[in-house]
């Protein structure tokens, strides 16, 4: 599978000539669903979910996610599916697994949102905005590294219970060239650690996972 970092907390999973997008919000730049397959979303905020994307976007699109995301979507062309913790089904050539049911704590005033995570392949686990530890091994963690809910000792934490053999950041364009130098520091440091590979990629940045 080849993985490559969109902006924000989106990234692109292709396989056999099949493209499975996560979490194309309003912070990530086209072409991002350009010949997708299939599209997961963890839930229903806009730096994760962007509804105009998704009505340009083909009819024969598969979408996954959660309750409160779908109740959005009734514009949109693409076909759009419910999925719950405890959930799995296959799309595009791909097997998801579903873990999770809602978001981190985030500002006192602001109601607790639903948010799923998915395990693609039993090999590639997007959270969403939350720290869900799956009852699986985890072979690449796509791990958050900057958000309003979010403290770096928790981040570590995340790392150390899940242990994946890799992880790369997600949900970092809040940061300035400043805060990624920051970032960078710390997932290295976790890395020497844990003696694994744990980085930032970098926007448009692909890798290659066994």
């Not at 995301?69 to 949109?76: K, P, Q, T």
């Not at 949102?113 to 799956?134: H, I, K, M, R, S």
Request: hydrophobic content about 40%; glycine content about 8%; aromatic content about 8%.
């Amino acid at each position: 599978m080849k993985l490559t970092k969109f902006g924000h907390a989106c990234v692109r999973v292709e396989k056999d000539g099949k493209v499975l997008v996560i979490d194309p919000g309003s912070f990530t730049q086209d072409p991002v669903l350009d010949g997708a397959d299939t599209v997961l979303i963890t839930h229903e905020h806009f730096d994760h979910v962007d509804v105009e994307k998704l009505k340009a976007a083909s009819p024969d699109l598969e979408i996954w996610t959660c309750e409160a995301v779908a109740a959005g979507l009734s514009e949109v062309p693409g076909k759009v599916r419910v999925v719950r913790h405890g959930d799995d089904f296959e799309t595009a050539g791909f097997q998801v697994k579903v873990f999770g049911e809602w978001h981190a704590k985030n500002h006192p005033d602001v109601p607790v949102v639903q948010n799923v995570g998915f395990l693609v392949d039993d090999e590639v686990f997007y959270p969403g905005d939350a720290f869900t530890v799956p009852p699986a091994e985890v072979g690449t963690l796509l791990v958050p590294t900057g958000a309003p809910w979010l403290k770096l000792g928790e981040m570590v934490e995340y790392l150390r219970e899940i242990r994946p053999a890799r992880a790369y950041s997600t949900h970092d364009a809040l940061y300035s060239e400043i805060g990624y130098r920051l970032v960078d520091g710390w997932l290295k440091m976790e890395a020497d650690k844990q003696g694994t590979d744990i980085r930032r990629l970098k926007v448009g940045e692909s890798t290659t996972l066994s």
